[in-house]
Structures are given as structure tokens and as C-alpha cells.
């Protein structure tokens, strides 16, 4: 199985523009470029896109992980923020930090932090980035 994104620039580092498409359309031409990475302009960041692929990922090998242990979600939000640092010779990804607030019946806040840290090693974007950033949870069950 394979997915493509694609991207686009025109101009210089800081004064240049670029656009970002992924093959489904859902994401088409969006904008990005050096404000929207380093300054908080308009647009989108690589950082961004990174942290809703790996919370999404993540929050789907919970629900696999639930569903393992007969479980069944009623509600899972989860945030990832990624850290980009200077770094000699550049910039790096060096943290992600998954924030994980779920609904669970049936578990208890040790069983959903257990099921979640199950989910965390076993997401691919997590294992994509394993060796090469630090990656914490922090899970908090809901009643």
C-alpha cells in the first residue's frame, strides 16, 4: 500500500511560497511556507501536517489496541505536538508529545494508560520516528 503527498515552492527560503497536496484531494494547494513554519504567519507547517498524521495514527492503534481488549471507545481526542529545534547543521524533530483525553467504559485509568502506551509503541508513525525523536504520552480517562 502506498500514498503519495506532494509539494511546491516558488522563491527564496523567507520570501518564497509553496503549496501541499496529499493524492486523496482532501488536503489540495494548501499554502505554507517560512512565516507559517518559524514565525506563526498564515498557512500550514511541516511540523503541523507531522503532528495530525501521528495522532491520527496513534488514535487509531488505540482503537485496534480497545478492541483487543474487548473495548470499545465512546470518545478519543488526541493532540500531538511536535517539537522542531535548531540544531548543529540545521533543524530537527527532536519531541512529540501525544495528549490523549479518552472515554473508555469498561477500563480503568491504569488499564487505559497500559492500553494506550500498547498503542503508542505500535503506532507506524511513532515507529517512524523511533531513535530519531522522543515520543511521551500523557493519558487521561474521562468518566
Known amino acids: 500500500m502506498e500514498h503519495t503527498g506532494s509539494a511546491a515552492w516558488k522563491g527564496g527560503i523567507k520570501d518564497g511560497i509553496g503549496s501541499i497536496s496529499v493524492q486523496t484531494g482532501v488536503l489540495k494547494n494548501a499554502p505554507y511556507g517560512f512565516k507559517a513554519r518559524f514565525e506563526d ?10 503532528g495530525a ?3 491520527g495514527c496513534f488514535t487509531m492503534a488505540l482503537s485496534g489496541e ?7 471507545a465512546d470518545n478519543l481526542t488526541t493532540t500531538a505536538t511536535v517539537t522542531l529545534e535548531k540544531v ?13 483525553v479518552g472515554k473508555v467504559p ?38
Open 41 to 50: 504567519g498564515p498557512g500550514t507547517n511541516p511540523e503541523e501536517l507531522i
Open 53 to 55: 498524521a501521528h495522532a
Open 66 to 72: 480497545l478492541g483487543k481488549a474487548n473495548l470499545t
Open 88 to 100: 548543529p547543521g540545521g533543524f530537527s524533530i527532536s519531541k512529540i508529545h501525544l495528549d490523549l
Open 106 to 143: 469498561g477500563t480503568d485509568q491504569a488499564g487505559f494508560e497500559k492500553i494506550a502506551n500498547d498503542a503508542k509503541v505500535g503506532c507506524p508513525v511513532s515507529k517512524l520516528f523511533k531513535g530519531n525523536a522522543e515520543i511521551t504520552l500523557t493519558a487521561r480517562l474521562e468518566n
